[in-house]
């Protein structure tokens, strides 16, 4: 399967897709805390605060975002990403 890079500060993702794969018990774990804007602002109580956050500047969201199929992955975890590549084999 191929891979595809997308520029998510172009093109972001839609509130449809963050509402979808971001899991509300671990909303922080798809936000990007090490991006200056992050720093400026207050912790988000919500999932639905990270995703207005997220909606405003697309720098707060963890990247890449890897998408397979119905699988998606944010930030950077090698150990996730070779699963989900193996899962074809």
């Given at each position: 399967m191929a891979v595809q890079e997308v520029d998510i500060n172009r093109e972001p993702?839609?509130?449809d897709f963050l509402?979808?794969?971001?899991?509300a018990?671990?909303?922080l774990d798809f936000v990007s805390?090490?991006?200056?804007?992050f720093k400026q602002r207050p912790l988000p109580?919500?999932?639905q605060e990270a995703i207005d956050l997220m909606m405003e500047n697309?720098?707060?969201?963890k990247r890449p975002i890897l998408i397979k199929?119905?699988?998606v992955v944010f930030g950077?975890?090698?150990a996730r990403y070779s699963n989900e590549i193996s899962k074809d084999r």
């Open positions: 993702p839609s509130r509402e979808k794969h971001i899991d018990g671990r909303f805390t090490r991006s200056p804007v109580r919500s999932k697309p720098n707060l969201i199929g119905s699988s950077f975890d090698k």
